[in-house]
């Protein structure tokens, strides 16, 4: 039997392609060239699957192009990168890599809004300039976190491990809000408390995004929605760009309608919303919540895992859209 060819659209630990070259022939891009869509689709040619990161839109043009691509495997969470429903009507399994990267995210997002409510990027920045040559009452004085209203929104896996930081670490009252609710044994331990979207842009002292992106996601945080907030409150993204409106986050920023952001994903990432560079109150950080070493390697292995499996007959363990399989 042929061996299955695979592209591995970008740069990714050597051992994680040595794995999956005892399986397929495969193209790897040891440069880390960003392809263009055109570029992905010729490399696509011949290839029956793809181990792809979030940057690779895999749409309906891509695929009519490819007809024998039947799997793509994404080394992410997230999959707005992939046109879901196109590759499902084509047969082509899509596949990504949830719950290993759930508390090393967490871990980050918690990071980012101590570090802007805090600020403490504002604060090095200042210090590394040399300007700091005295005490002062008031120097970098930020917002407390512990025992402040945490709002969420979104739900899925992320929230409850934030929510058990903020609530049972340093005490902090937890709100959040999403479509669906958790189940009543999930609220209890982490005392969180569902609320409608009003209330918890209303109430929130420190609010942390972790929703996907969708077209229903879209701007869910834009210039009505920060009006909400108080002034005193800081925003934390650690979701996906165009979840917020990053202009209006900057024009709130600018008119001190809230006190600071962090953000690790940005609009048109990885170019950035010029007005944000200019607000000393925003924590950027280039996309890394997913970004410790083990992590990053548990997530290129859980890829590379679905990736053999789809190919070879078995069972991939993360599979977006499983009823691909069952009509195989
Ligand atoms: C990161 O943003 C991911 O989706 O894994």
């Known amino acids: 039997m042929p061996r299955p060819h695979v592209l591995v659209a970008r740069a990714v630990f050597p051992e994680v392609v040595e794995r999956l070259r005892a399986h397929f022939e495969v193209e790897d891009n040891p440069g880390d060239i960003i392809y263009s869509a055109a570029e992905l689709s010729a490399r696509l040619q011949g290839k029956q699957g793809a181990f792809t990161t979030g940057s690779e839109r895999i749409d309906a043009a891509l695929l009519d192009a490819n007809a024998q691509l039947r799997a793509v495997c994404n080394m992410a969470v997230g999959y707005n990168n992939f046109d879901v429903d196109a590759c499902t009507a084509r047969g082509v399994l899509c596949t990504n890599t949830p719950d290993v990267l759930t508390e090393t995210t967490a871990d980050f997002g918690f990071a980012l809004m101590m570090a802007t409510a805090r600020r403490i990027s504002e604060s090095e920045h200042y210090l590394r300039r040399g300007e700091w040559t005295r005490w002062a009452y008031d120097m970098f004085t930020g917002r407390d976190v512990h025992a402040a209203t945490l709002g969420i929104l979104g739900m899925g896996r992320i929230v409850q491990p934030i929510a058990r930081r903020a609530a049972l670490g340093i005490g902090m009252r937890v709100i959040y809000h999403n479509r669906s609710r958790l189940a009543a044994e999930q609220e209890a331990p982490i005392g969180a408390r569902y609320v409608d979207k009003a209330t918890l842009l209303a109430q929130a ?86 970004a410790s070493v083990a992590t990053r390697r548990a997530m290129a292995n859980l890829a590379a895992d679905n990736l053999i499996a789809a190919l070879t007959g078995g069972a991939p363990p993360t599979p977006i859209n499983p009823q691909v399989l069952a009509s195989r």
């Open 205 to 290: 002292d420190h609010l942390v995004l972790v929703l996907p992106y969708s077209a229903a996601s879209h701007h869910a945080i834009g210039a009505a929605e920060l009006a909400q907030m108080k002034p005193t409150a800081t925003l934390t993204n650690i979701a996906r760009g165009g979840i917020v409106d990053d202009a209006a986050l900057a024009q709130a920023l600018r008119e001190r309608r809230i006190a600071a952001a962090g953000l690790d994903v940005f609009e048109g990432e990885p170019q950035l919303n010029p007005a944000l560079l200019d607000l000393p109150s925003v924590v950027l950080t280039p996309h890394i919540a997913s």
